[in-house]
C-alpha cells in the first residue's frame, strides 16, 4: 500500500492538525488533560470531534471520500463508520480508555470490530479502532481477533516524538497520492448527472474536516502576512474588535478567533456558490461540469481566478460583502481551493434540505470562552415548537405575511425556519416567487450583535431560497437586503419610547446606532426602520444565557452603551432579562413572544434580580403557556441547564386572563419502555433526548387536545395541565407557583396547605393599641435566615486530608510539604521554635495546641445530606477555620502550615481585589462565612455554630427534593450548601426540620415545585409554615419536637456504629434501601487472602485439569485485556460459577462463589472506576469474616426495618387521640426510626390535610 512519504512531513502534518482543535486543545486544555476530561465527565466526542478528525487525518494518508475512502451514514452500530478496500475504521469516543469496555452499549468495540471483519460485506485484511488519543489496528488470526502492537499508537505518544508505531502504521496504510493534475480532471470531468445525493451526516462531517484545513492554512498565511498594507491593517482591527467585543484574555486568542470565523465564511461562501451552480443561477458551473475545465483550459486561467470568478458570480445575485470585508482579505492556496473543490464537487446541492451552516455553526458555539457569552445552537425541533406555539403557522392557502422578529438572531435557526414557512405557505399549485421574496425581505427581521454569525445567517438564508431565485431573476427582479442586522439589539429601542418608560429626555438618552463598518451602506435606513417599529406579531429566539457575576465587563459595557439596559439593571441579573424584555417593547398588542430560556427565573423571588423583569411582564403581558424541559438536555453541551419554552402575549383591549397551560416533558423512555406511537424514527425508538424531542414536537399539533385528554398515548410523554394560576394571581417578587393543575386532588392539597397556615395575627402599635392582621402566613424567613456554608481562598490551601494531618488519639500532627527541600540544620531550628517531629522521609510534622484543634471542623459535601441527618462517610477533611485573624499568634503550627501557600493565597486575593495592607494576615482567614451579616446590621460569628451547634443545612443542586440534613457535631461546608440560621420569631428547630422532612412538604416541593438549584429564596419565602391552631395541636407539636430529636440521635448512633466500619444504608420515605457493605473497608484490619493469591491466569495453552484446584479455586480468563470493569453476569458451569463481563472471565469453584460474589459486588458499588489490575489487591472475605458481617447487618436492618400496618394504626390512633381529646395514649411506643418518621409524616396530615392521607403517603 505505501508509496515514496516523508514521514516526518506527515507527522508535522497530523501534530498541526490536533493542535487546530482549538475548540477542545488549547494551552488552558492540553490534549491529555481534554481526554481525561472526556473520560470524567462521560462526554461522547465520537461525532462531533473523532469522526471529523478521522477524514482529515485519512486525507494525509491520502484517503478521499467517494475516491477509495467510503464514509458510512448509518450511525447504529450495523456498518463501520469508514472502509477501504484494504481496513474498516471505527471511531470510538475519547471517553474509552478500554476498547474492551462497554459503555452504554451491549457489545464492546473489539466485540462491534470483530463482527464486522467476520461479516461477508466488511471482510478488510485489518480492523482499527480510533478514539482520538489513541488508535489500534486488528486482524483476525485463526478466527480470533488480535491487536497488531507494532502498528497501534497514541497520538499523545507522537506529539512527544515516540513515532516508532506511528512510522511503521503509515508505511502500512499510506498510499500514493492522487496528483493535482487527477484532482482538476475529476472536478472538471463531474457532470450533473454524477452528483450525489447530500447524506447530513456524512456531510457534516465533511465539512468540518474542510474547516480544519481552511483554519491550518489560513493559521499559515496569518503569520506571514505583511507587516504593513492597507488589508494587513483591517485585518489587526478586526482582531483588535473582536478582543474587546468577546472579552479574551490576550490578542493570540482574539487571532485564533478571527482564523476559526474566517474559515467559517470562506467555506460558506463557497457552499452558496456551488448551491447556486447547481441550482443554475450561475451558468455555467464554475466549478465542475466543464466550467471548470473550460475556464482552466479554454481561457487558460489560473485556479485561482476561476475561484474567485465563481464567488463573485454569486456575490453579483446578492450583495453580501464590502470589499473592506476582513473576512475576505486573506487568499487560499491553489492546492485548497482543488481540495475543497475535489471534496464538493461531486454532492448535489439541489437535495441539501436541512441548515447546513446551523450544524456546523454549533460546533464553533462548543468553545468555552464563547459560552461566556451563553449562545447555544437551538435544535430545529424547538425552533419549530416555538413558531407553532406562538403561532407562526400559514393559514391554508394563504401567504404568510405576519411580521416576525428574532432580536439574537445567531446564525439565523429561527429566521431560517421562518423564510421556510414562507416558502410552504400559498400551496395551491401556483408559483409565487415574487411573492414569497418580498415576504422574506420585508417581513423577517433578525439582530445579532457580532458580524460572523450575522454573514453566515444571511448565507443561510441565501442558500434556502435558492428554489425561487433563479424563477425570481428569470422575471427580471433582484433581490433587495434582508431585514437581518450585525447589530445590539439594545439599539432597537426607539429613543421616544424609552422617554415615555423612564421620563428621561431624549438628548440625555445613551444608545449606539452603528452597525459593524463592513456591512454594506443600503441596509442602514432598513435599521432606523426597525428601531421605530414596535408593531410586531411575533417575537421569537433563543437568547444568551449569561448572569452578571459570569461576565460583568458585558454588563458593565451595555449600561454604559445604552440607557434601556440601565435603567433596567440589577446586579444579579441574567442577560435575557433584558432581551424578554425588548421583547415586549417591539410587540403589538395581542402579539405573542416565545423564547427558550433557562428555567430558574420563574422560580426566583425576592432580591434576586428578577424583580424588573418579572414586573414588566405583569404590567404588559399575559403568561399564556409554559412548556417544562427539566427532564430532558436540550443542549448537550450545557451542563446542568434546566430549560423552558414560554409564551407571552401582550395585553390588549379585547385579550383577556386565563389560566396558563403547562406542558411538562417527562423523562425519555429506555428503549424496551418506549410505547409513543408514530415514532418518526425508523427505528421506533430515541436513541438520545435530542431525537426524543424532534419527535415529540413533530406531533405540536396534538398538545393542546392533551388538555383535555391527557390519558391519550401521547399524554404519556407530555403531562399537560391548565395551571391553578392566571397571570393576575403572580407576584413580582415571589416564586411564580403556576406547575401543579388547576382542578383534580393536587389542587385541593395546594390549597389545604395554605388555608391552614394562616392565622390572624394581634399585634400592637407604638401607641399601645391591639391591631389584627387577618389570614397572615408565616414562611421560613420569619424565623432563620439562611446563608451558604463558607468559602475559602482556595480549598487545597485550607482542607487537611489524611495525608497532611495525623491523629493519634489526642495528638495532632500536621505535616509540612515544603520540608522536604530544606536542610537538616534548617528542620531543627523550626522545631527548636515549635513541637513536632522529623519522620523517616525527612518531613516535618508540627503538633498543634488545643486553640489549633478547635479550628479543624469537619468539612463536608453535597452527598453527605440525607433527611433528618449526615452521611459521615462523605467526611472530605478538615477545614482551617479563622473567621478573623485574631488568633493568628496563638496558632503558631498552623500558620506556618500555611504559610507554605502564601504567596499563592495573596495572589488570589490580589486577583479579587481583596488584599489590604490594613489586614497584612487577612491572607489566614475564610473569605466568607465565618461572619454573616444579619437583617439587623449586626454581625455574628460562626465559629461555634459549625462547631458543635446544632444545624440544618441542604445541598444547594437538589432540584426539588426537599431533603434537609441535621448535626449537632463539628460539621462545615462550602458554597455547595445553605445553612439555616436563627433570626426573627422563635421555633423549635428540631419542629422545622421535622415539618421541612415530611412527606406533606415532599408533596409539596414536587407539585409546586420548590427549585433548591442554586438559590434559598424559594426556601426562605415559599414554603408556608404550619403553626398549630389550638391546644390540642400545640401537644402534638411537642410530641413532634421530642420525637424529632430522639430520630437524630438514633441516626447519629447508626452512623458512629456502622457507617464507620463501612456498612452504606439510605433512609427514604417509602423504604429502606438494602443495607450495602463497602467490605475492604470492613476488612481493613484483617489479614486475608487476596484475589491474586487465589487465582490462577489461563492462557490457551493451559490444561485445566491439571491445575491445584485447592491452591488455585479462581481461573482468569482475560483475552483482551479488559481493564476497566463493572457489572458481571453468572453462568453456571459444572460445580463453577463464571463471571462474565466482555471478554473477561473469573471462573470460581462453587465453595468460593459467595464469599467472591459480595467481594466483586462490593467493589464496583464502592469505586468510581473499578479496574482489574485493582482487583487482584482486594482481600477476599473468608467464612469467619462474612458469618460476622451477616449477622451485623441483619441487626443493622433490624433497627431500619419496615413497620407492620398495625404499628400504622397504632400511631394514626395516637394522633388523631392527641386533637381530638388532648390524649397522648400509646405514643410513648413509638420508638424505632420508621415509626418516629411515620408519625411525623401522619402528624402534619392530620393536621393540614387529613382527607388526603393516601395522596400523600403514597405520592
Known amino acids: 500500500?505505501?508509496?515514496?512519504?516523508?514521514?516526518?512531513?506527515?507527522?508535522?502534518?497530523?501534530?498541526?492538525?490536533?493542535?487546530?482543535?482549538?475548540?477542545?486543545?488549547?494551552?488552558?486544555?492540553?490534549?491529555?488533560?481534554?481526554?481525561?476530561?472526556?473520560?470524567?465527565?462521560?462526554?461522547?466526542?465520537?461525532?462531533?470531534?473523532?469522526?471529523?478528525?478521522?477524514?482529515?487525518?485519512?486525507?494525509?494518508?491520502?484517503?478521499?471520500?467517494?475516491?477509495?475512502?467510503?464514509?458510512?451514514?448509518?450511525?447504529?452500530?450495523?456498518?463501520?463508520?469508514?472502509?477501504?478496500?484494504?481496513?474498516?475504521?471505527?471511531?470510538?469516543?475519547?471517553?474509552?480508555?478500554?476498547?474492551?469496555?462497554?459503555?452504554?452499549?451491549?457489545?464492546?468495540?473489539?466485540?462491534?470490530?470483530?463482527?464486522?471483519?467476520?461479516?461477508?460485506?466488511?471482510?478488510?485484511?485489518?480492523?482499527?479502532?480510533?478514539?482520538?488519543?489513541?488508535?489500534?489496528?486488528?486482524?483476525?488470526?485463526?478466527?480470533?481477533?488480535?491487536?497488531?502492537?507494532?502498528?497501534?499508537?497514541?497520538?499523545?505518544?507522537?506529539?512527544?516524538?515516540?513515532?516508532?508505531?506511528?512510522?511503521?502504521?503509515?508505511?502500512?496504510?499510506?498510499?500514493?497520492?492522487?496528483?493535482?493534475?487527477?484532482?482538476?480532471?475529476?472536478?472538471?470531468?463531474?457532470?450533473?448527472?454524477?452528483?450525489?445525493?447530500?447524506?447530513?451526516?456524512?456531510?457534516?462531517?465533511?465539512?468540518?474536516?474542510?474547516?480544519?484545513?481552511?483554519?491550518?492554512e489560513l493559521q499559515e498565511k496569518f503569520i506571514a502576512l505583511p507587516k504593513e498594507n492597507d488589508e494587513t491593517r483591517l485585518i489587526k482591527s478586526k482582531v483588535c474588535h473582536l478582543k474587546k467585543q468577546m472579552d479574551l484574555s490576550s490578542t493570540e486568542e482574539a487571532e485564533q478567533e478571527f482564523i476559526s470565523q474566517t474559515s467559517y465564511i470562506v467555506l460558506a461562501r463557497i457552499l452558496l456558490t456551488k448551491c447556486w451552480e447547481d441550482m443554475e443561477l450561475i451558468k455555467p458551473p464554475n466549478t465542475y461540469n466543464g466550467g471548470f475545465k473550460k475556464y482552466i483550459q479554454d481561457y487558460?486561467?489560473?485556479?485561482?481566478?476561476?475561484?474567485?470568478?465563481?464567488?463573485?458570480?454569486?456575490?453579483?445575485?446578492?450583495?453580501?460583502?464590502?470589499?473592506?470585508?476582513?473576512?475576505?482579505?486573506?487568499?487560499?492556496?491553489?492546492?485548497?481551493?482543488?481540495?475543497?473543490?475535489?471534496?464538493?464537487?461531486?454532492?448535489?446541492?439541489?437535495?441539501?434540505?436541512?441548515?447546513?451552516?446551523?450544524?456546523i455553526y454549533e460546533d464553533y458555539l462548543d468553545i468555552e470562552h464563547r459560552k461566556k457569552f451563553g449562545q447555544y445552537y437551538t435544535p430545529p425541533s424547538i425552533v419549530n415548537l416555538i413558531l407553532d406555539r406562538v403561532g407562526y403557522v400559514p393559514e391554508k392557502n394563504r401567504f404568510l405575511t405576519d411580521d416576525i422578529l428574532d432580536p439574537a438572531s445567531g446564525s439565523g435557526t429561527f429566521l431560517l425556519n421562518a423564510v421556510n414557512r414562507v416558502l410552504d405557505s400559498k400551496q395551491d399549485g401556483a408559483e409565487h416567487p415574487i411573492k414569497y421574496k418580498k415576504q422574506i425581505e420585508n417581513h423577517i427581521y433578525g439582530s445579532e450583535l457580532m458580524l460572523f454569525p450575522y454573514l453566515i445567517s444571511e448565507i443561510n438564508i441565501l442558500i434556502q431560497i435558492s428554489p425561487i431565485l433563479k424563477d425570481v431573476i428569470d422575471q427580471g427582479r433582484k433581490l433587495n437586503v434582508f431585514h437581518v442586522f450585525p447589530n445590539n439589539s439594545f439599539n432597537l429601542v426607539d429613543k421616544s419610547l424609552i422617554t415615555r418608560l423612564f421620563d428621561i429626555e431624549e438628548d440625555e438618552i445613551k444608545g449606539n446606532k452603528l452597525m459593524d463598518p463592513a456591512v454594506i451602506e443600503r441596509k442602514r435606513p432598513k435599521l432606523n426602520e426597525l428601531q421605530h417599529k414596535h408593531d410586531f406579531k411575533f417575537v421569537v429566539g433563543n437568547p444568551p444565557y449569561v448572569a452578571n457575576d459570569t461576565n460583568p465587563e458585558l454588563f458593565r459595557e451595555m449600561r454604559e452603551l445604552f440607557t434601556f439596559c440601565e435603567e433596567t439593571y440589577h446586579n444579579k441579573m441574567d442577560l435575557f432579562y433584558w432581551f424578554i424584555i425588548l421583547g415586549i417593547l417591539k410587540l403589538r398588542e395581542g402579539g405573542k413572544l416565545g423564547f427558550i430560556t433557562t428555567r430558574y427565573w420563574i422560580d426566583k423571588g425576592a432580591k434576586t434580580g428578577v424583580e424588573t423583569l418579572k414586573e414588566y411582564i405583569l404590567n404588559n403581558c399575559y403568561l399564556r403557556e409554559v412548556i417544562d424541559l427539566r427532564n430532558v438536555t436540550v443542549f448537550p453541551s450545557a451542563t446542568g441547564q434546566e430549560n423552558i419554552v414560554f409564551v407571552l402575549q401582550?395585553?390588549?383591549?379585547?385579550?383577556?386572563?386565563?389560566?396558563?397551560?403547562?406542558?411538562?416533558?417527562?423523562?425519555?423512555?429506555?428503549?424496551?419502555?418506549?410505547?409513543?406511537?408514530?415514532?418518526?424514527?425508523?427505528?421506533?425508538?430515541?436513541?438520545?433526548?435530542?431525537?426524543?424531542?424532534?419527535?415529540?414536537?413533530?406531533?405540536?399539533?396534538?398538545?393542546?387536545?392533551?388538555?383535555?385528554?391527557?390519558?391519550?398515548?401521547?399524554?404519556?410523554?407530555?403531562?399537560?395541565?391548565?395551571?391553578?394560576?392566571?397571570?393576575?394571581?403572580?407576584?413580582?417578587?415571589?416564586?411564580?407557583?403556576?406547575?401543579?393543575?388547576g382542578e383534580g386532588f393536587i389542587k385541593d392539597i395546594m390549597d389545604n396547605i395554605w388555608k391552614s397556615c394562616k392565622r390572624d395575627i394581634t399585634k400592637k402599635d407604638g401607641l399601645g393599641i391591639t391591631h389584627t392582621e387577618e389570614d397572615v402566613i408565616k414562611f421560613v424567613n420569619d424565623f432563620f435566615i439562611l446563608r451558604v456554608g463558607v468559602m475559602t481562598t482556595a480549598d487545597e490551601y485550607f482542607v487537611l486530608n489524611d495525608s497532611d494531618l495525623n491523629i493519634d488519639n489526642e495528638r495532632y500532627l500536621i505535616k509540612l510539604q515544603d520540608s522536604i527541600s530544606i536542610s537538616r540544620s534548617k528542620k531543627e531550628e523550626v522545631l527548636e521554635e515549635l513541637d513536632g517531629v522529623i519522620d523517616s522521609e525527612g518531613y516535618i510534622w508540627l503538633e498543634l495546641n488545643e486553640i489549633e484543634k478547635s479550628r479543624l471542623i469537619n468539612l463536608y459535601k453535597t452527598p453527605s445530606v440525607y433527611r433528618h441527618g449526615l452521611n459521615i462517610s462523605k467526611y472530605q477533611g478538615k477545614l482551617i477555620f479563622f473567621e478573623d485573624e485574631s488568633l493568628y499568634h496563638e496558632c503558631p503550627s498552623l500558620v506556618k502550615y500555611l504559610e507554605q501557600f502564601k504567596e499563592e493565597i495573596e495572589q488570589k486575593l490580589k486577583d479579587y481585589d481583596e488584599l489590604t495592607p490594613k489586614r497584612p494576615n487577612k491572607w489566614i482567614t475564610v473569605r466568607r462565612g465565618g461572619i454573616i451579616r444579619l437583617p439587623d446590621y449586626k454581625d455574628r460569628n460562626l465559629y461555634k455554630y459549625y462547631q458543635d451547634k446544632p444545624k440544618i443545612f441542604y445541598n444547594y443542586r437538589v432540584g426539588n427534593d426537599n431533603i434537609f440534613g441535621y448535626t449537632n457535631n463539628s460539621m462545615i461546608a462550602t458554597t455547595d450548601m445553605y445553612f439555616f440560621h436563627?433570626?426573627?420569631?422563635?421555633?423549635?428547630?428540631?419542629?422545622?426540620?421535622?415539618?421541612?422532612?415530611?412527606?406533606?412538604?415532599?408533596?409539596?416541593?414536587?407539585?409546586?415545585?420548590?427549585?433548591?438549584?442554586?438559590?434559598?429564596?424559594?426556601?426562605?419565602?415559599?414554603?408556608?409554615?404550619?403553626?398549630?391552631?389550638?391546644?390540642?395541636?400545640?401537644?402534638?407539636?411537642?410530641?413532634?419536637?421530642?420525637?424529632?430529636?430522639?430520630?437524630?440521635?438514633?441516626?447519629?448512633?447508626?452512623?458512629?456504629?456502622?457507617?464507620?466500619?463501612?456498612?452504606?444504608?439510605?433512609?427514604?420515605?417509602?423504604?429502606?434501601?438494602?443495607?450495602?457493605?463497602?467490605?475492604?473497608?470492613?476488612?481493613?484490619?484483617?489479614?486475608?487472602?487476596?484475589?491474586?493469591?487465589?487465582?490462577?491466569?489461563?492462557?490457551?495453552?493451559?490444561?485445566?485439569?491439571?491445575?491445584?484446584?485447592?491452591?488455585?479455586?479462581?481461573?482468569?480468563?482475560?483475552?483482551?485485556?479488559?481493564?476497566?470493569?463493572?457489572?458481571?453476569?453468572?453462568?453456571?458451569?459444572?460445580?463453577?460459577?463464571?463471571?462474565?463481563?466482555?471478554?473477561?472471565?473469573?471462573?470460581?469453584?462453587?465453595?468460593?462463589?459467595?464469599?467472591?460474589?459480595?467481594?466483586?459486588?462490593?467493589?464496583?458499588?464502592?469505586?468510581?472506576?473499578?479496574?482489574?489490575?485493582?482487583?487482584?489487591?482486594?482481600?477476599?472475605?473468608?467464612?469467619?469474616?462474612?458469618?460476622?458481617?451477616?449477622?451485623?447487618?441483619?441487626?443493622?436492618?433490624?433497627?431500619?426495618?419496615?413497620?407492620?400496618?398495625?404499628?400504622?394504626?397504632?400511631?394514626?390512633?395516637?394522633?388523631?387521640?392527641?386533637?381530638?381529646?388532648?390524649?397522648?395514649?400509646?405514643?410513648?411506643?413509638?420508638?424505632?426510626?420508621?415509626?418516629?418518621?411515620?408519625?411525623?409524616?401522619?402528624?402534619?396530615?392530620?393536621?393540614?390535610?387529613?382527607?388526603?392521607?393516601?395522596?400523600?403517603?403514597?405520592?
Request: charged share 30%; glycine share 2%; hydrophobic share 35%.
Open 982 to 1259: 436563627k433570626f426573627g420569631e422563635k421555633i423549635s428547630i428540631f419542629y422545622i426540620l421535622a415539618y421541612l422532612n415530611s412527606k406533606l412538604i415532599t408533596f409539596y416541593f414536587k407539585e409546586r415545585p420548590i427549585e433548591l438549584m442554586r438559590q434559598k429564596t424559594n426556601v426562605e419565602n415559599d414554603i408556608p409554615i404550619f403553626i398549630p391552631r389550638d391546644d390540642n395541636e400545640k401537644l402534638l407539636k411537642r410530641y413532634i419536637i421530642i420525637k424529632e430529636r430522639r430520630l437524630t440521635k438514633k441516626l447519629q448512633l447508626l452512623e458512629k456504629l456502622y457507617r464507620t466500619r463501612g456498612f452504606h444504608f439510605e433512609i427514604t420515605q417509602e423504604r429502606f434501601k438494602e443495607v450495602s457493605i463497602d467490605l475492604q473497608k470492613y476488612m481493613e484490619n484483617v489479614s486475608m487472602h487476596t484475589f491474586d493469591d487465589l487465582s490462577y491466569k489461563l492462557s490457551s495453552n493451559i490444561d485445566i485439569e491439571e491445575i491445584d484446584r485447592k491452591n488455585f479455586p479462581i481461573f482468569i480468563s482475560n483475552r483482551y485485556g479488559t481493564e476497566n470493569i463493572s457489572s458481571f453476569q453468572e453462568k453456571v458451569h459444572n460445580s463453577d460459577v463464571i463471571f462474565i463481563y466482555g471478554s473477561l472471565e473469573i471462573q470460581v469453584n462453587q465453595k468460593y462463589y459467595e464469599n467472591v460474589r459480595i467481594m466483586l459486588e462490593s467493589y464496583i458499588d464502592f469505586t468510581e472506576s473499578p479496574k482489574f489490575s485493582e482487583l487482584l489487591s482486594l482481600k477476599v472475605p473468608n467464612e469467619r469474616v462474612l458469618e460476622v458481617y451477616k449477622i451485623q447487618k441483619e441487626r443493622l436492618e433490624s433497627k431500619l426495618t419496615q413497620i407492620t400496618a398495625d404499628d400504622k394504626l397504632l400511631i394514626e390512633s395516637s394522633i388523631e387521640s392527641i386533637l381530638k381529646n388532648g390524649l397522648s395514649g400509646e405514643i410513648t411506643k413509638i420508638n424505632s426510626i420508621r415509626e418516629i418518621l411515620h408519625f411525623i409524616d401522619m402528624a402534619f396530615i392530620k393536621m393540614i390535610a387529613p382527607d388526603y392521607k393516601d395522596h400523600i403517603l403514597t405520592y
Open 300 to 359: 487558460n486561467e489560473k485556479i485561482e481566478e476561476v475561484y474567485e470568478k465563481a464567488l463573485n458570480k454569486s456575490q453579483d445575485i446578492y450583495y453580501l460583502f464590502n470589499p473592506n470585508n476582513p473576512y475576505l482579505l486573506i487568499d487560499l492556496s491553489e492546492d485548497l481551493i482543488i481540495d475543497i473543490l475535489f471534496d464538493i464537487c461531486k454532492y448535489d446541492f439541489r437535495t441539501l434540505d436541512y441548515d447546513i451552516l446551523g450544524y
Open 650 to 741: 401582550k395585553i390588549g383591549d379585547e385579550i383577556e386572563d386565563d389560566f396558563i397551560s403547562i406542558f411538562r416533558i417527562q423523562p425519555r423512555p429506555p428503549k424496551a419502555d418506549c410505547t409513543l406511537t408514530n415514532c418518526i424514527f425508523e427505528k421506533g425508538f430515541c436513541k438520545n433526548d435530542q431525537e426524543y424531542l424532534e419527535c415529540l414536537c413533530s406531533r405540536e399539533s396534538e398538545w393542546d387536545k392533551l388538555l383535555d385528554n391527557p390519558n391519550s398515548n401521547l399524554g404519556t410523554y407530555i403531562k399537560a395541565f391548565k395551571s391553578a394560576r392566571k397571570t393576575s394571581d403572580l407576584n413580582y417578587n415571589r416564586s411564580w407557583d403556576i406547575f401543579y393543575p
Open 1 to 216: 500500500m505505501q508509496s515514496v512519504m516523508d514521514i516526518e512531513k506527515i507527522k508535522q502534518q497530523l501534530t498541526t492538525l490536533i493542535y487546530s482543535q482549538s475548540n477542545i486543545i488549547n494551552e488552558e486544555q492540553p490534549f491529555e488533560k481534554y481526554v481525561a476530561k472526556c473520560r470524567k465527565n462521560n462526554i461522547n466526542n465520537e461525532e462531533t470531534v473523532v469522526q471529523p478528525f478521522t477524514i482529515s487525518f485519512l486525507k494525509i494518508l491520502n484517503y478521499f471520500n467517494q475516491h477509495n475512502l467510503t464514509i458510512e451514514e448509518e450511525q447504529q452500530g450495523n456498518k463501520p463508520d469508514f472502509y477501504s478496500d484494504t481496513f474498516i475504521l471505527e471511531c470510538k469516543s475519547s471517553r474509552y480508555d478500554d476498547f474492551s469496555k462497554r459503555v452504554d452499549r451491549i457489545e464492546s468495540p473489539k466485540e462491534q470490530l470483530e463482527r464486522y471483519l467476520k461479516s461477508r460485506e466488511f471482510q478488510r485484511e485489518y480492523g482499527i479502532l480510533f478514539s482520538l488519543d489513541r488508535l489500534e489496528v486488528f486482524k483476525l488470526v485463526d478466527g480470533d481477533l488480535e491487536k497488531l502492537d507494532h502498528l497501534s499508537f497514541s497520538l499523545i505518544n507522537v506529539l512527544g516524538n515516540d513515532i516508532s508505531n506511528f512510522e511503521k502504521f503509515v508505511n502500512t496504510f499510506y498510499v500514493k497520492p492522487i496528483s493535482k493534475d487527477q484532482k482538476i480532471k475529476i472536478i472538471a470531468e463531474t457532470e450533473k448527472e454524477d452528483l450525489i445525493t447530500i447524506e447530513p451526516k456524512v456531510f457534516n462531517k465533511v465539512l468540518k474536516s474542510l474547516i480544519k484545513d481552511i483554519s491550518i
